[in-house]
């Protein structure tokens, strides 16, 4: 994939997700004022005037955009490029965005979110402890590819400190579906 | 007051609040290294663990971690030319070329010099603007307090140049995050959906972790990068850094100052107080202009700036309870469990825990430039270590930290939701820290707003100071707008003229 075909689809993208996020925000400050006013005394107040000045920013956000894109030549549209940073697509370059949204990076997106599912779904079976143990058993060899004595080393570092952090502060760790067997 | 600030310095001298300030430092300093994770993930870490402690200690441990977190953020942008976090970009334009000319053990050693001389001007500020501002600040009521929430929030709005509505509803959706729960006025339950894990509302140590650090392991363990590069060169260059900062001393003091005085603007200072620094550093330079190849005033400037803001940022925070950025938002929501209210009671009942800040602010700025200079061959070994060896210990850590918020399950549900919103925001170029500013003020502006309206009805939008507030936040809101429209008018009208000839 070439640099101008990897840029014209992250900043697409960009803006395809910026949408949806905003209409679904738009629905969310709709309902906060509708609800809102149901509410007794002063507690309607602030839900009102977020939804009554949320929907008018996005409104107007529209607005703007719709009027901007009838003004502007084509091929210039403004794009933000990260937290807070704009910049014109015209001007853009592959370092101005903060993420490359490539297939390889929704790729590794995606790989890692399993991990993190699988994760979870050992700590609803398992408990934290036993969990942790079993994630980072398996992270440390089959991902980060770290050696048989560094990964049970990690593991047994980490459940250690583990288990001192609850004995010193008290902190309790999630119970699973098997914890008690 | 001078009593208050011996008694402070006495309160942080003891040893445990000592141990807990150190471990903050030492927290900080791990964060900072790691590109991306800002003071605010260091935040969003320790909140959940300062349950129950006792104020100083937490305060301790929670400002030395946001301190050191500017000082130690210079590794990855001196050594990869990446940024550590967002107030040390600039540091990166002659930082990195010093680094690759095999000069980075100079550069690290003057960034670290200056900042803690930087971080101890601000904190002296932030002692001056006490003894100025408690008359100013006491003066103040409700209605003007809830105008301040709202000029933060459209300050924070403004953040994201030229795309103010991203900001504002990032703002605006914090807020709406932040009514969850029970009204504080009233009892009733809100947007609570039956669900008795949403009857207290959300944390903002669960919001926090989500928003900010979930999304940043995620493009971490994306990109696997190795946190630094192995080629570069680290060692000796402290004895030439301490010519640079006697040579450049006034250079110190000036973006001590400019980044003082930024960090004290609700929302602006993170992200751009270190070019502001570097640009008045480029400017007010004399001699040879290599600015951008390796200029050591150009790692001088900004690193300066960058700590002192730290101290500027903490007099809207604890005077007014109004958060400058994301670091400090989380660190009102640290005082509000330590069982402390930010706002005129810090200059007043509990002046003597705004002394303490100050002291930890010194301590921890000289304490932290002091241990980067030591550890600086040792961090470099951290920062080999590739994202994806680190990122399944940062989880454990982080979901460790979402379940201590209320030990309940949807703790950590709401922290792979919040962390969805937030990877979703980042992707979308959507501001977080306004989102997480919205969150923390909902409850002040919903309080200040039911006494203006219990004490005054709704006149209390005529009082005078509330109406010119009100001009000021219009005028952040819509100025830059409409100079824009009436520039493109204005050019629109120049084309057509040049046109008819």
């Keep these: ?181 | 007051m001078l009593e208050s600030l011996g008694l402070a310095l006495e309160l942080v001298m003891n040893p445990v609040h000592l141990r807990w300030l150190l471990l903050g430092v030492g927290v900080g300093l791990i964060i900072g290294i790691i590109p991306g994770l800002g003071g605010t993930v260091g935040m969003a870490i320790l909140l959940p663990f300062i349950f129950g402690m006792d104020p100083l200690s937490g305060i301790a441990m929670l400002v030395g971690m946001a301190a050191i977190t500017q000082t130690s953020d210079t590794f990855p942008s001196v050594l990869l030319g990446v940024p550590g976090s967002s107030g040390s970009q600039a540091t990166i334009m002659d930082g990195y070329p010093l680094a690759q000319r095999g000069e980075a053990g100079r550069a690290l050693n003057a960034a670290f010099m200056v900042s803690a001389i930087g971080g101890v001007i601000g904190a002296i500020a932030l002692l001056g603007i006490i003894f100025i501002a408690r008359p100013i600040v006491l003066a103040f009521g409700p209605p003007e307090l809830f105008m301040f929430a709202m000029l933060a929030l459209s300050i924070v709005g403004t953040l994201t140049k030229g795309a103010l509505f991203l900001g504002l509803v990032s703002g605006i959706t914090g807020l709406a995050i932040g009514i969850v729960g029970l009204a504080p006025q009233v009892g009733e339950l809100r947007f609570t959906f039956g669900s008795l894990y949403l009857m207290d509302g959300f944390s903002i140590a669960v919001l926090s972790l989500g928003l900010f650090a979930l999304p940043e392991i995620v493009d971490l363990v994306a990109h696997n990068r190795a946190i630094a590069d192995t080629s570069v060169q680290v060692s000796g260059g402290r004895r030439e850094a301490m010519k640079d900062v006697w040579r450049n001393k006034a250079l110190v003091v000036r973006t001590a100052a400019i980044g003082t005085g930024i960090g004290m603007l609700p929302g602006v200072g993170g992200s751009v107080v270190d070019w502001i620094a570097y640009g008045a550093t480029v400017r007010t330079s004399r001699g040879d202009n290599t600015f951008g190849k390796g200029d050591i005033r150009g790692v001088i400037g900004p690193e300066s700036a960058n700590n002192a803001k730290e101290g500027g940022s903490l007099i809207p925070t604890l005077l007014f309870g109004i958060p400058g950025s994301g670091t400090t938002a989380m660190l009102i929501g640290g005082l509000i469990m330590l069982g402390l209210q930010p706002g005129q009671n810090m200059i007043t009942t509990n002046l003597h825990i705004t002394m303490a800040v100050v002291w930890t602010l010194v301590i921890a700025n000289v304490v932290g430039a002091l241990t980067c200079m030591l550890l600086i061959k040792r961090v470099i070994r951290i920062s080999l270590i590739p994202a994806r060896s680190l990122a399944p210990f940062l989880l454990v850590v982080f979901l460790v930290g979402a379940y201590q918020t209320t030990r309940n399950w949807g703790d950590i549900v709401a922290f792979f939701v919040f962390g969805l919103l937030g990877w979703v925001m980042k992707q979308a170029g959507v501001p977080r820290p306004p989102l997480l500013i919205g969150f923390v003020i909902a409850t002040t502006v919903e309080r200040y707003l039911h006494i203006s309206v219990g004490f005054y009805g709704w006149s209390w939008i005529t009082k005078p100071l509330v109406l010119v507030l009100l001009i000021v936040i219009l005028f952040i809101l819509f100025g830059g707008q409409i100079r824009n429209l009436r520039e493109a008018r204005r050019l629109q009208r120049s084309g057509g003229d040049r046109g008819a000839v």
Excluded at chain 1, 118 to 131: C, E, K, P, Q, R
Excluded at chain 1, 138 to 156: E, M, Q
């Design chain 1, 1 to 181: 994939m070439g640099p101008s075909r990897l840029l014209g689809d992250s900043v697409s993208f960009q803006i395809r997700l910026r949408n949806c996020y905003y209409v679904f925000f738009l629905g969310i400050f709709l309902y906060v004022g509708i609800v809102g006013r149901s509410f007794a005394g002063s507690s309607k107040y602030l839900p009102m005037i977020i939804g009554i000045v949320g929907v008018i920013i996005v409104t107007l956000d529209a607005v703007t955009i719709a009027y901007g894109s009838r003004r502007r030549p084509v091929g210039s549209e403004r794009v933000v490029a990260g937290e807070g940073d704009e910049v014109a697509v015209g001007a853009l370059t592959v370092s101005d965005i903060a993420t490359e949204h490539s297939a390889a990076y929704f790729r590794e997106v995606g790989g890692f979110v399993a991990w993190v599912a699988g994760y979870v779904a050992l700590i609803v079976l398992l408990g934290f402890t036993l969990a942790t143990a079993v994630f980072l058993l398996s992270y440390l060899r089959l991902s980060a590819k770290w050696g048989y004595f560094a990964t049970v080393v990690g593991v047994v570092v980490t459940v250690g400190l583990l288990a001192v952090l609850s004995s010193t502060f008290g902190i309790d760790w999630p119970d699973g579906v098997f914890s008690s067997l």
